[in-house]
Structures are given as C-alpha cells and as structure tokens.
C-alpha cells in the first residue's frame, strides 16, 4: 500500500495550492481518506476527511471556509484545494487512509496507512 502527496510549495499568503494523494496497491474505494498536517514543534492534526463516496466531508476549525476535499476513486486519488493561505497553515500534509468508510476518524489512530508528506510553506 502505497500513498503518493505531491502539490506542496512556496506560496505567499493568500494564495493558492492544491495538493493530490494517489493511492496504489489497495482497495481504497470503500474508505474514507483524510489529510493531516503537522507543524514544526507540533503534533499531527486532522485537516479534513472524505468518506468512500465522496457524499460526506469534515473539516476542521482551523482550515474550514479555506479547503475544499476530494476525491476521485477512478484515479483512486483525493485532493485538497487550498486557498486564502496563511503562514500558521506552514507544515507537512499528510493524506491518509481511514479505518471507516465515513467521515469519522478525527484522530491518527483511525488511519491505518500514511503518504510521505508534502510540505506547504505560506511567507508573509
């Protein structure tokens, strides 16, 4: 099982990024996926999740208004449109697979399988 991040960068604030999870050598159709960011000096936290179909999101507090998830289970890949980016949005994404088919999993025990990470860099 593999997950591939990629779409991070450099981008002043307010601007935009999209960021892509390509998964491969599993069956992700069925579950629900997320992605994560995590700050320097901090801890890993949830930034949104997609259940298997698309037909519910979660978004947290601090990114909501500012992200849109997706995802594409032809391509067995998930998106995250960011916009409005501000320099606390700094850190590694991680995307991430659910051990739910539902947008339920808020913590990173509830996702069994991990991408490397890309690193979004908001300057001021």
């Known amino acids: 099982v593999q997950l591939q991040a990629s779409g991070g960068g450099l981008v002043q604030a307010g601007g935009s990024l999209r960021l892509s999870c390509a998964a491969s050598?599993?069956?992700?159709?069925?579950?629900?996926m997320g992605w994560f960011r995590q700050a320097p000096g901090k801890g890993r936290e949830l930034v949104s999740t997609?259940?298997?179909?698309?037909?519910?999101?979660y978004y947290a507090d601090s990114m909501e208004g500012r992200v849109t998830i997706s995802r594409d289970n032809a391509k067995s890949t998930v998106y995250l449109q960011m916009m409005g980016l501000k320099p606390e949005d700094t850190a590694v994404y991680y995307c991430?697979?659910?051990?739910?088919?539902?947008?339920?999993?808020?913590?990173?025990?509830?996702?069994?399988?991990w991408g490397q990470g890309t690193v979004v860099t908001v300057s001021s």
């Open positions: 991430a697979v659910s051990k739910y088919s539902h947008a339920f999993g808020m913590r990173v025990y509830e996702y069994d399988y």
């Open positions: 050598g599993g069956t992700f159709s069925t579950l629900a």
């Open positions: 997609i259940s298997w179909n698309g037909g519910s999101t």
